[in-house]
């Protein structure tokens, strides 16, 4: 297991520290040592993008990602065609913060059967293939918790994500494994092995599960608040020779509430207890 004597493999997203602007964010997470940021698109919005991905390289703060992309799914071709090209504008953004990755939230539609979804995520990466290899912008699918399949997510397994990344066969196509969505599938150990025998484990991200759950979305705990066996996943990844930075992604409104700065010195403790 990597060293955890310092914070340069740590990084945190925009969506953790939500009541900071993006250059706020990126001058906390330098002053604290963090070595990696993942921009959320609409932190860029109104801004120079080129300019602001070279603030963060000013800082010494990596560039992990921006997220995010996906929603591919629609009832119509009006929305299919709309999704295609937001992830070809994401494509174009990355590119110009300098971010060597988008992380794709895949997209449903209630009502629609998951088959259909999953064919046209699978359609709509194929895409935009084209411009993401002109830019070099990897593009990690991020399977989410079954509990979004109605309208966040078809992709719901590492098994699926690697079913779509094995019917594409690319490079720049791989897999964003977030604790949260995944922690509780009894084939996770065998799925993450494979997917780092294919290339294809792209990103890696940390937060907890809390019990009880108050809400779908923005009750996610911090590492260590909830039951998820960080330890055991982080060296299941590990194992696979990952050597890529640990993303911290919490949506809480707790948290949020909180001074953001006690909740970064907290993240950074959480990170060494417990991750």
Request: aromatic share 8%; glycine share 8%; hydrophobic share 40%.
């Amino acid at each position: 297991m990597s060293d955890l004597t310092d914070f340069s493999k740590l990084c945190v997203h925009t969506i953790t520290t939500k009541p900071w602007s993006v250059e706020e964010a990126m001058d906390h997470y330098a002053a604290a040592g963090i070595g990696g940021i993942t921009v959320w698109r609409q932190w860029l919005e109104g801004r120079d993008i080129e300019k602001t991905g070279q603030q963060s390289r000013e800082r010494n703060l990596e560039i992990v990602s921006l997220c995010r992309g996906g929603f591919f799914p629609a009832s119509d071709q009006f929305g299919l065609d709309a999704a295609i090209e937001d992830n070809r504008l994401a494509i174009r953004e990355a590119a110009a913060l300098g971010a060597p990755m988008i992380v794709l939230v895949c997209g449903a539609v209630p009502g629609q059967p998951l088959e259909e979804s999953r064919k046209q995520i699978a359609d709509g990466i194929a895409a935009v293939l084209p411009l993401a290899e002109e830019h070099g912008i990897k593009l990690a699918i991020e399977p989410l918790h079954p509990m979004y399949a109605d309208d966040r997510s078809a992709i719901n397994t590492m098994d699926s994500a690697n079913a779509v990344c094995d019917l594409l066969d690319h490079p720049l196509v791989g897999i964003a494994a977030d604790v949260y969505h995944i922690w509780w599938d009894p084939d996770l150990e065998a799925q993450i092995r494979l997917t780092g025998e294919k290339n294809r484990l792209f990103a890696f991200h940390l937060c907890d599960w809390m019990t009880p759950t108050t809400d779908l979305l923005n009750d996610r705990g911090l590492m260590g608040e909830g039951c998820i066996d960080l330890k055991g996943i982080r060296a299941m990844v590990e194992a696979t020779g990952f050597d890529g930075f640990n993303e911290v992604e919490v949506f809480s409104e707790r948290w949020w509430a909180r001074d953001q700065n006690e909740f970064l010195d907290e993240i950074k403790r959480a990170y060494l207890e417990h991750c």
